[in-house]
């Protein structure tokens, strides 16, 4: 009955088709029904390795969350999976795969969906996916969960039935990122006035951020015996809803500043930041960007973009990818690196000895000889 | 022709109305699919392994049900919404707003109202507390909007849509203040969690429906049962026919727009409400977004029959529920489910073009139901 049931759904589905699209258009489809299941069914023993082997324990499948958005944002969600693949392309992983995120209340469906398949290791991109990832680590003790951007606050909580055996953060220094841009700003600026613009301070990244920037500056100016003057100022005075969402505020503050003689200026803060970053430019002034290369992201600022303060996600996680391979892992927080985009377009107007001076300094941040001294929040 | 349709019994007439009310969204999303899998396949994808992909994460296994349920809830409440709008001869475009106020308005309950008493609730009376005050405050929502129309003539389409702004931003104004989650790792604009004794439990352990979806269903009865055997079914029926002719009759037009509006604005609240006790435990300014606005498509493929909305609600939900695990086995980008659901909307909404294709080469007149529109 089923079969005879199923036969006559088939018909009636070809001759809709028919009758819907006249000869020409039918080929298409039709073509596609007949070809389809013989295509499923050779292709699955051919490809070397598929997700059905990925319950096998020989097969190390890595999948990948992202926050509400695309993996190609050009921002987080696209710089972690890049470092998925890169796992991939070193050998850590045999298979990656990723789920976009539509809708907040499929973080746990679409993380489950990997700890189903037998993924080994699951990476889950942004803040807002911090509890449904350690509440999957309880239901998936074997798979490594990797949170970017989720700080693990039950590290450093008395209580322990909260503590996680298996998800770990990957955090960054924010701090050493803004040191970085702060001394470039220095060296690069004539006027000896830099600024930055940033979202509420009460954020502990983006007082990092701030904070390094300033103490980057002074470094600087310690080397080449100059004197800057630095301006930071937080969109404290608002809520918010308004703190990283106000490119008005940022545009003005950033004029303001230039008005003052700043001639570099570091956006960090959102919307609001990239408001400073975009009036900077445009007023033919150094403009910084935050967290990722944002040349790519502001293309209106492109052609002023000195650089950016970056948090390094691609080698972070394909770093804890290798780590959850070989079983070095540990839960609880890892911090990655930080570091500076390229000079793009230019290129050209930063000289030698600043460059030298740049990767002198990040290197001494990477081998902890230089340290921002910033604080983890604002005291 | 004439002779024929008289000749017709009543079971045959029942049975050609629901072929009539069924064939337009059926073949609409028959079309939807030919034309989804051709474009699937012009990106380079296999069309059926998406939508077996789609059909495996919606219905293929109890996990996979439960979810879909999870996102048919609050798309049957706010369908519904929209569907006794249409009833009633108004277009409520304000389900978003009104979802985000029951929603604001019963995390507060949930979280606050132990707080303010100083002692725990037992369930029984901190669930229906909870979303009952939600239920309220959307139906007072848009009961503003319904006493505009029926004393002012405003329109509901402007004013509805005025009050999802006032309603969103107010609502962002309240998670970024005073009603922020004050954990001190937060960063997001989100309630605190509510307390245990507000959310409604799940129905079988280890999957997340909840008993809200049993609540969907057996609103949506309601709704169906006051529509067609209650007075003030028959009174907002006939308003949303023809108000003139409800006025002669007798009928307080004024009273049945706001009471319309009002009860519209219920199911909104209920929707926003049901996500926050039963599935969310708070809410979160990203959570719940467009379902007012997937309410009004699921309100018209459903043709505003409460069993058709459900249908409706039902079809959305598998497909945003599938697009997970389509993705998961082809990659492919979940915007495809997007452009499924408009192209869906659009054969229904645009129905002439569906009667016009499938007119062509049609077995006999049967398919023919109806001449045409407006002919």
Known sequence: ???????????????????????????????????????????????????????????????LVTDVGKVNDKSFNQSAWEGVQQSQVDGAADLVQFIETADAKD?????????????????????????????AGVTYPDVKFIGVDQFQAWQFTE?????????????????????????????????????????????????????????????????????????????????????????EWGAQTAKAMMDNGADAVFGCGGLTGNGAITAAAQAGKYAIGVDADQYLTLPEAAPQMLSSAMKLIVPGVAELVAQAKDGSIAAGN?????????????????????????????AGLLDASITPGVAPAKP | MQSEKQSISRGKKILQSILDATLVPFLAIFTAVVIGGVIIKMVGGNPFEAYMGLIEGS?????????????????????????????????????????????VFSALIGYALPQWLGYDLPAIVHIPLAVLFGMLMGGLWAGIVGALKAYTGGHEVINTIMMNYIALNTTSFLLNGIMKDPSPTNVIAR?????????????????????????????????????????????????????????????????????????????????????????????????????????????????????????????????????????????????????????????????????????????????????????
Request: proline share 4%.
């Open chain 1, 1 to 63: 009955m089923k079969k005879l049931y199923f036969v006559m759904a088939l018909l009636i589905v070809a001759s809709m088709i028919l009758a819907a699209c006249g000869a020409p258009a039918t080929e298409a489809p039709a073509a596609g029904a007949t070809e389809a299941p013989v295509a499923a069914a050779t292709e699955a023993p051919v490809a070397e390795v598929t997700l059905d082997d990925c319950v096998k324990e020989e097969v190390f499948c890595v999948g």
């Open chain 1, 107 to 135: 973080y746990a469906k679409n993380i489950a969906t990997f700890g189903d398949a037998g993924f080994d290791v699951v990476v889950t991109v942004g803040f807002g996916l911090g509890e449904a990832t350690l509440a």
């Open chain 1, 159 to 247: 209580d322990t039935a909260d503590d996680s055996a298996n998800v770990t953060g990957l955090n960054f220094p924010e701090d050493q990122a803004g040191f970085l841009v702060g001394a470039l700003a220095a060296m690069m600026s004539e006027s000896h006035v830099i600024g930055a613009v940033c979202g509420t301070d009460v954020v502990p990244p983006v007082w990092r951020y701030g904070e390094g920037y300033k103490a980057g500056a002074l470094y600087a100016d310690g080397m080449n015996s100059t004197t800057t003057e630095v301006q930071v100022v937080y969109h404290s005075d608002v809520g918010f809803d308004k703190t990283f969402t106000d490119p």
């Open chain 1, 334 to 362: 890892y911090t990655g690196s930080a570091g500076y985009a390229p000079y793009h377009d230019l290129e050209g107007a930063v000289s030698d000895e600043v460059k030298a001076a740049m990767e002198e300094i990040n």
């Open chain 2, 59 to 103: 219905l293929g296994s109890k996990k996979a049900l439960s979810e879909t349920a999870i996102w048919a809830t609050p798309y049957i409440f706010a369908g519904l919404a929209v569907a006794l709008g249409f009833k009633g001869g108004l277009f409520n475009i304000g389900a978003e707003g009104q979802l985000a106020v029951g929603a």
């Open chain 2, 191 to 375: 309630t605190p969690l509510i307390a245990e004794s507000a959310r409604i439990p799940p129905i079988f352990d280890g999957l997340r429906v909840h008993w809200g979806f049993v609540l969907a269903l057996l609103i949506a009865f309601l709704v169906w049962w006051v529509l067609n055997k209650t007075t003030l079914g028959f009174e907002i029926r006939t308003v949303g026919l023809n108000p003139d002719a409800a006025k002669y009759a007798g009928i307080n037009v004024k009273r049945t727009i706001i009471l319309t509006m009002a009860l519209s604005g219920m199911l909104a609240g209920l929707a926003g409400s049901i996500e926050v006790t039963g599935l969310n435990y708070r809410h979160e300014l990203g959570f719940s977004i467009g379902y007012g606005y997937d309410a009004i498509a699921i309100a018209l493929l459903g043709k505003s029959h409460p069993l058709g909305v459900v249908l409706a609600a039902f079809l959305f939900a598998a497909m945003r529920n599938g697009a997970t695990r389509m993705q998961f086995l082809t990659q492919l980008p979940v915007d495809l489910i997007s452009m499924l659901q408009a192209l869906i909307l659009l054969f229904v909404a645009a129905d002439a073009i569906v009667r016009y294709i499938y007119r062509i080469k049609s077995r006999g007149e049967r398919v023919v139901l109806t001449r045409g529109w407006g002919g």
